[in-house]
């Protein structure tokens, strides 16, 4: 690892002055899963890491009068689905307990996973996002990579499990810079598609600090996640989708659908979601989301199978989201006793 | 670059927060900054101090060292191992402050004063000897990573049940592929009878 300067503010406004220095590619710390791992392999080579885990005003969960959730960039995974907070925010609940490593629900922080870099093997390879304008990833392997969002250079997938849940919930980010100057993005405006060189995932600026994600109190909002993964390991989901939705007498009044995995941003399925309005919840306007969810999808050589899990994922979110099925392992129906018994027996 | 428009309340959130704390002294008096300790740059080597497995130590790091380098090679405690450089084997868990952490992905300048627990700590406890029991290891190379984070999950699920034990020690990875036994000694340290 390159060596760098670091330091340890205790306050956000000492962060930020930290990280304003033009001449330093300074880089925030939190809980460090993803970031030194990167800098190990350098593919991030910083000249200063600011380490934002000790300010204490940053290591709250708290509501305000308007009962939304504000979740400092300090607060860990762990922190956070132990809190009772969660119990209202089903989908972000399911994806958490779905990070099923405690180091990583201990040591990683809810705003650093919002903010992790993509997995994509050309970028941890030192090629960048864009390897190469796409041409690495339409001629090379790209079974992980994008299927929606994906006709310019950037093929690569958003990485983050919870941004989908989240943006779900309808959460927005707080965001300083030096000078007491502060805005607020919908969380999904935090993302971007990069499409030369030098530009990023997200639209934060050098010296910009994430400090909180908040979340809008849920009220009777149903939600749910669901993500298609290899096994229960810590990998990365081959898919997911997330889901809120306000339903009135069992029909849907207003619904956001959001894919993870499948994109260079967490994808909004717009079009699924404003279809969803006005219908009831029941397998077939689910199974309808799901196809609609994946209508413009354009896959690469070895991905198009992400198509397929992307509509179950939409639909099993939905269905899951009304408490009708959740599918998948947790509820097989149970098995046939005689199912080899029979004539093969004998 | 939109302002939240509903449900959100800068007000309330900025109560008891450092924001308000920090605005309020700096117009308070003139003279704030000039009481301001400003943060130290930590530019090469700096002496850290940590508290391991119970004993104070102070060690000479660069800001880069990580926790697992200077367990291993300046405090010789070499049970904590260099699996994985991203922490995605599990192999260098430690408890810092009582959380399991990957230590190949914390530096050491992050746990300054912090209190570090390693699986040579755990030697005179349960759970090592219920891996014996048990026999929950082949090559054993993973054995201390997964010794620190059953301490660690134990910690927070004492009853846990068999699916939250394959759950909860996920972040572990055995190529010799042992984990039937791991977790039969798991189950042993639940149920209290450690030899099974």
Redesign the interface.
């Known amino acids: ?14 962060a930020v002055a ?1 990280l304003a220095d033009q001449s330093k590619h300074s880089v925030v ?1 939190a809980g ?2 993803d970031l ?2 990167l ?3 350098s593919v991030i080579t910083p000249d ?2 600011v ?1 934002i ?1 000790e ?4 290591q ?1 969960i ?1 509501r ?5 959730i ?1 979740v400092g960039a300090a607060v ?1 995974l ?1 922190s956070f689905l132990e809190s009772s907070y969660t119990t209202e925010l089903a989908a972000a609940q399911q994806i958490i ?1 779905g990070i ?5 629900q ?2 990683g922080t809810v705003v650093g996973e919002l903010l992790r870099r993509p997995m994509c093997w050309y970028f941890r390879s030192g090629h960048g996002l864009l390897a190469q304008q796409g041409r690495m990833v339409v001629e090379g392997d790209n079974r992980y990579h994008a299927i929606l969002g994906n006709r310019r250079s950037a093929k690569f997938v958003n990485p983050s499990r919870l941004a989908p849940a989240l943006i779900a919930a309808g959460a ?1 980010v707080r965001i300083i810079k030096p000078g ?1 100057d502060e ?4 969380l999904e ?1 935090l993302y971007q598609t990069p499409d030369q060189d030098g530009q990023t995932e997200n639209v934060l600026t050098q010296g910009e600090l994430v400090t ?1 994600v ?1 979340i ?2 849920q009220r009777d909002r149903l939600s749910a996640a669901y993500e298609i993964r290899h096994g ?3 990998d990365q989901p081959l898919v997911s989708a997330a889901v809120g939705i306000q339903a009135e007498r069992g029909i849907v009044r207003e619904a956001t659908v959001v894919l993870g995995q499948v994109a260079p941003i967490p994808w909004m399925a717009v079009e699924a979601a404003r279809n969803l309005v006005g219908q009831p919840l029941n397998e077939q306007t689910a199974t309808t989301a799901g196809i609609e969810a994946v209508a413009g999808a354009l896959p690469l050589s070895g991905n198009e199978y992400k198509i397929q899990l992307t509509q179950v994922a939409v639909k099993r979110a939905v269905l899951r989201a009304a408490g009708l099925e959740c599918g998948g392992l947790e509820c097989q129906p149970p098995l046939e006793q005689d199912h080899h018994s029979g004539p093969l027996m004998v | 670059m939109s302002q939240p428009t509903k449900g959100f309340s800068r007000r309330a959130f900025l109560r008891g927060s450092g924001v308000a704390a920090a605005a309020s002294s700096v117009t308070s008096t003139q003279s704030a900054s000039a009481a301001i300790v400003p943060v130290p740059i930590i530019a090469g080597e700096t002496q850290v101090s940590l508290t391991v497995n119970g004993q104070k130590k102070t060690v000479t790091v660069e800001p880069r060292t990580t926790l697992l380098d200077t367990l291993r090679y300046q405090l010789n405690l070499t049970g904590a191992k260099p699996v994985s450089s991203d922490g995605s084997s599990g192999a260098s868990t430690v408890l810092v402050d009582g959380k399991p952490v990957m230590a190949s992905t914390t530096l050491t300048v992050a746990v300054s004063g912090k209190s570090i627990s390693t699986c040579e700590g755990l030697k005179d406890g349960d759970i090592p000897k219920a891996f014996v029991s048990n026999d929950a290891q082949q090559c054993g190379f993973c054995t201390p990573g997964f010794v620190v984070a059953v301490k660690a999950f134990l910690n927070q699920h004492p009853d846990a049940t068999e699916e939250q034990i394959r759950a909860g020690l996920n972040g572990n990875i055995c190529r010799c592929g042992t984990y039937a036994n791991v977790l039969q000694a798991v189950i042993a340290l639940v149920k209290g009878n450690q030899n099974g």
């Not at chain 1, 390159?2 to 205790?10: G, M, T, V």
């Not at chain 1, 805005?183 to 919908?186: A, K, Q, S, T």
């Open positions: 690892m390159k060596n760098f300067e670091y330091a340890q503010p205790r306050t956000e406004q000492e930290l710390l460090g899963t030194i791992s800098m190990k392999r200063r890491v380490n885990a300010i204490s005003g940053l709250r708290q305000d009068e308007h009962g939304s504000w860990s762990q307990q099923a490593s405690l180091q990583l201990a040591q927005f007491n805005r607020f993005l919908e405006s909180h908040m809008p109190a229960e390991g810590p």
